[in-house]
């Protein structure tokens, strides 16, 4: 983790519930020196939940728009970015630890504001808090793109395993200006995609259990 200066930290996500994000905040938190606040990125609908909106924004996180990610980057911050977004947390059992598409704002944002990625790869989220089903339906009634239906009441008392991998230094590899062509932004999402893969594949076979 960069001990100064922007950067972008992007992880698979999972669980139902940002558990993984407050993870990694607090893990940032307490292992940096001097310590500092990884800044979660959330999609638009979360700042305008009653009672977590306020909780979350008083952790750090703001709403996911072009203008807050580009002013937080300029003042030299550390953002926390999902790529997955909504569909890495509300997928079946069947699909755990199967990345979901990459969006590709993170890279483009590294790009123009010359920040190293970060990737991670969290293990233990998808034990955390399984999805039974998913109902868009019930979710527009919240406010929620998809609402996921956990198949327990409460999260498991999982162990979580979060590994942080060489950063993606793209301002050695590309100008700011470069952040306007399609292919490298995209290139340089699926490399970001790859190496948090090869993090949880490495998780995965070096845990003894769910719950060790």
């Known amino acids: 983790i ?3 200066g922007p950067a972008i930290i992007a992880g698979n996500h999972s669980g139902n519930l940002p558990i993984d994000g407050m993870m990694i ?3 940032v938190l307490r292992n940096t020196t001097p310590p500092r606040i990884a800044r979660p990125i959330a999609d638009h609908f979360v700042p305008s939940l009653p009672y977590l ?7 750090g996180l703001v709403g996911g728009s072009r203008g807050n ?13 999902f790529p997955e977004g909504v ?4 997928k079946p059992w069947s699909e755990r630890y199967q990345l979901q598409t990459f969006r590709e704002g993170h890279a483009e944002l590294a790009i123009r504001h010359q920040a190293p990625i970060v990737p991670v790869g969290i293990v233990g989220g998808e034990e955390q808090l399984p999805a039974l089903f998913s109902s868009r339906r019930l979710g527009k009634l919240f ?3 998809v609402l996921p239906i956990p198949a327990v009441p409460v999260p498991l008392p999982v162990r979580y395993h979060l590994y ?5 230094h793209v301002q050695d590899e590309f100008t700011p200006d470069q952040a306007d062509d399609p292919v490298i ?8 995609k790859a190496a948090v893969g090869t993090l949880i594949k490495r998780g995965l076979s070096e845990r003894n259990g769910v719950f060790e």
Do not use: K, Q
């Open 69 to 81: 990610a580009r002013s937080l980057l300029d003042a030299g911050e550390m953002l926390m970015i």
């Open 164 to 168: 942080y991998g060489e950063p993606i």
């Open 143 to 145: 406010g929620f793109p």
């Open 185 to 192: 932004v995209r290139e340089t999402a699926e490399r970001v």
């Open 87 to 90: 569909p890495g947390i509300v």
């Open 2 to 4: 960069p001990s100064t």
């Open 53 to 59: 909106g306020t909780l979350f924004a008083r952790g």
């Open 25 to 27: 905040w607090l893990d």
